[in-house]
C-alpha cells in the first residue's frame, strides 16, 4: 500500500491551499483517512480525520478554516484549508487505516508567509 500526496507550497496569510492523498495498492477497506502535521522540533500533531462514513474530526486550531472530505471510490482523502496563517506552516502527512495497519504519505510541505 501507498500514499501519495500532492498539494502544499507557499501561500500567503489567509490564503488558501488544497491538499489530496490517494491511497493504491492491495486495499480492502479503509477503515480512517486523515492528515497529520509536524513542525521541526514538535511532535506529529493531528489535523483532520474522517471515517468512511464521513464522520470527522478537527484539531481545535483548525476547525471553521480546514475541511476534510474523501472520495470512497477513488481512495482518496482531500484537505481544504482556508484562511492560512504562519502557524500553520507545517510538513503535512497523510494517513491511513487499511486494515487496522496504520499508512502515511510522505509528507507535502505548506508555508504560509508574507
Known amino acids: 500500500v501507498q500514499l501519495q500526496a500532492c498539494g502544499g507550497g507557499f501561500v500567503q496569510p489567509g490564503g488558501s491551499l488544497g491538499l489530496s492523498c490517494a491511497a493504491s495498492?492491495?486495499?480492502?477497506?479503509?477503515?480512517?483517512m486523515g492528515w497529520y502535521r509536524q513542525v521541526p522540533g514538535k511532535q506529529r500533531e493531528l489535523v483532520a480525520l474522517?471515517?468512511?462514513?464521513?464522520?470527522?474530526t478537527y484539531a481545535e486550531s483548525v476547525k471553521g478554516r480546514f475541511t476534510i472530505s474523501r472520495d470512497n471510490a477513488k481512495n482518496t482523502v482531500y484537505l481544504q484549508m482556508n484562511s492560512l496563517t504562519p502557524e500553520d506552516t507545517a510538513v503535512y502527512y497523510c494517513y491511513a487505516d487499511i486494515g487496522r495497519a496504520n499508512y502515511w504519505g510522505q509528507g507535502t510541505l505548506v508555508t504560509v508567509s508574507s
Open positions: 474522517i471515517t468512511s462514513d464521513g464522520g470527522t
Open positions: 495498492g492491495s486495499i480492502f477497506a479503509i477503515n480512517f
